[in-house]
């Protein structure tokens, strides 16, 4: 099994779309592929048409009193399931530091009991450096982190692989970060990318564009290529899942 966190700093990035997009992509590619959805504010489970409830909240998982596989959801596509969000996440970190043992191992121990069931799971991530990014810091495999080419967006990458290298051997995740976003007429935007580019040369080559398709994954409540499969942006989307998936030595 393995744990992709799909995370940033900054918000507005395309961090769910890119979840949900690539847990689709993987199911398609015969994976079981599980999406927990910890943004309390719940996209990618609304993405999935699926209520953002969880029976006894972030709390209720944490303490173990209801398992995780309890409260996954089957969605609408072969092979992908969803733990949806929940607004008591908006707690999580308060949750995390109440436990028996407080700590940044909670999520990983959460996450063991379904190496078994699952050969991929992305963690949609709610953008801040806390305690829950330290648990998902710790469990994941990989990072994935969608960058819009700007200035700001460029200093919160650079803050994020320096909080990395900083920590211990604990926070073993491999950084991945692409361009999210691209706008192919903006001048400022490419310069962003190639002094980006400069600075962390080891960024994915592929690069999502900003697409008014894939806004309206809003509007249709399905990942882009269930709906759109020729549109150029779920071809981006299938070339960031192969990255992805040689990045992570899985099968496809």
Request: charged share 20%; net charge positive.
């Amino acid at each position: 099994m393995k744990i992709v966190g799909v995370y940033s700093i900054k918000g507005g990035v395309g961090k769910t779309s890119t979840v949900v997009n690539l847990g689709y992509l993987a199911a398609a590619d015969g994976l079981r592929t599980l999406v927990w959805d910890l943004d309390p504010q719940g996209a990618a489970s609304y993405y999935f048409r699926i209520k953002p409830k969880v029976k006894g909240g972030g709390s209720a998982l944490l303490r173990r009193k209801r398992e995780l596989n309890d409260r996954i959801k089957g969605t609408d596509f072969d092979l992908l399931d969803l733990l949806p969000a929940d607004f008591s996440y908006r707690h999580m970190d308060l949750l995390l530091g109440g436990t028996k043992k407080p700590g940044t191992a909670q999520l990983q121990r959460l996450l063991k009991p379904l190496q078994r069931e699952y050969d991929l799971i992305l963690l949609d991530c709610s953008p801040s450096i806390s305690l829950l990014s330290e648990n998902i810091f710790r469990a994941a495999d990989v990072l994935l982190v969608p960058v819009v080419p700007s200035t700001l967006a460029a200093r919160t990458l650079t803050q994020l692989a320096d909080f990395l290298a900083t920590q211990d051997a604990h926070y073993s995740a491999r950084l991945l970060a692409f361009f999210s976003m691209v706008e192919d007429t903006s001048p400022l935007q490419h310069e962003a990318m190639e002094r980006l580019v400069k600075e962390h040369p080891d960024m994915l080559s592929t690069s999502i564009p900003r697409a008014s398709e894939i806004e309206r994954m809003g509007l249709q409540r399905m990942p882009l290529p269930a709906y759109a499969p020729a549109h150029a942006a779920t071809f981006a989307y299938r070339e960031l899942w192969a990255q992805l998936a040689t990045a992570l030595l899985v099968p496809r």
